[in-house]
């Protein structure tokens, strides 16, 4: 039963109400898929309504589809009776994942009518209907039934229910259970379906199943037409950071984030600069920031080679700075004797120049590689 509210009457499948074979009548009111950055309009389910050959609905259902980022829902006029607030779940809606699942289960193995087929099977947007509509069931249009009617090539349902039965539909509002209703009449005109007689002779023949009211399986088939590149899959490969497609990166983005905090760590503590040798010609000598008695590095390591008549003692002081003003920090060293190599090590790190300037810049520069490499997945 739908819930208070609900403009539906039956939200969930009826297989009972079918026999083997018996034709069925289908009917969809869409909703229409708006995208940001402007590609053309599309369409898709937005109430779905079968119903059997004297006219018991077999499902009418809205569908209601996920939020994706770059999509906007854009409702039909109010007369078509689907609004923002029936393709909600708490208002009855029922997944439209599940609900094409329950169409094709519903329809498989009998003829299938539909007003304008074309336009209809366009609009299912989980899986490939065309395809499961030409491997499963027999289709008939009903506007091409009638094609030629009051002059017009493709008439409207309206009109044919005009001039071929005397009714008037389609009057305030549309309603995909009375247009459904409507085709199965259209069709039964030319092509007659005594269901009581089919199954009495089901029975006396043994053929017939009762099918529980809630028995649909709905698990779907094996060929579950899913090979088709369709609108969804088709606007994700297009934007890769499509929210639909957070699932599939969301592994990539977590190692962008790794990567950037590991970068701001290193950035503070493990990176060094390269080292820096100086060599002197005596006691005296002034050479790249060298002076007697004083030794000024900006580095974390530097080789001194030592000139001749030149000691390591005559360097009273080594001062490690990490910049020109920072002050600076106690060194490792040891005395050495003239012509050889002294090496010392500063006891704190000092930032090596950065690759990038921010670490928004590093983040960024990541980013870009990895949506290169999610529009190859």
Not at 61 to 69: I, P, S
Not at 122 to 150: M, N, P, R, V, W
Not at 336 to 357: L, M
Request: hydrophobic fraction near 30%.
């Amino acid at each position: 039963m739908a819930p208070l509210g609900c403009r539906a009457t039956q939200i969930f499948p009826r297989p009972d109400l079918f026999l083997p074979g018996e034709p069925a009548s289908v009917d969809v009111e869409d909703q229409e898929m708006v995208f940001d950055d402007g590609s053309k309009n599309q369409h898709r389910i937005g109430r779905i309504a079968i119903t059997n050959t004297i006219g018991q609905s077999g499902l009418d259902t809205y569908a209601a589809y996920g939020n994706e980022d770059g999509v906007r829902k854009k409702m039909p006029p109010e007369r078509f009776m689907v609004a923002k607030s029936d393709l909600l779940i708490a208002n009855g809606a029922q997944p439209a994942r599940l609900v094409e699942k329950w169409v094709m289960e519903l329809l498989k193995d009998r003829p299938v009518i539909f007003h304008d087929k074309t336009s209809d099977i366009k609009k299912f947007y989980h899986f490939d209907a065309a395809k499961f509509f030409k491997d499963h069931c027999t289709l008939i249009d009903t506007q091409e039934l009638y094609s030629g009617l009051d002059g017009n090539k493709q008439p409207s349902l309206a009109t044919c229910a005009r001039l071929i039965l005397g009714e008037e539909i389609q009057g305030m509002v549309h309603s995909p259970v009375e247009d459904s209703q409507t085709a199965m009449k259209l069709y039964l005109v030319d092509h007659p379906y005594d269901r009581a007689t089919k199954l009495a002779e089901m029975k006396a023949n043994g053929t017939y199943r009762k099918v529980g009211a809630f028995s649909m399986i709905y698990e779907q088939p094996k060929d579950t037409y899913k090979g088709k590149a369709d609108k969804k899959t088709a606007f994700n490969t297009a934007n890769p950071n499509n929210g639909s497609t957070k699932k599939r990166v969301r592994k990539l983005k977590q190692a962008q984030r790794d990567k950037a905090t590991k970068f701001d760590v290193e950035s503070e503590s493990t990176h060094s600069t390269d080292d820096i040798s100086t060599t002197t010609a005596g006691a005296s000598a002034t050479n790249g920031g060298i002076t007697n008695n004083n030794i000024t590095v900006e580095s974390n390591t530097f080789n001194l080679t030592l000139g001749a008549g030149v000691s390591i003692s005559n360097m009273s002081n080594y001062n490690f700075a990490p910049n020109s003003t920072g002050g600076g920090h106690p060194a490792n060293h040891n005395t050495t004797s003239n012509g050889s190599t002294q090496t010392s090590t500063s006891s704190d790190k000092v930032p090596a120049p950065k690759k990038y300037r921010t670490k928004v810049d590093q983040y960024e520069a990541e980013c870009v590689a990895a949506n290169e490499k999610a529009k190859k997945i």
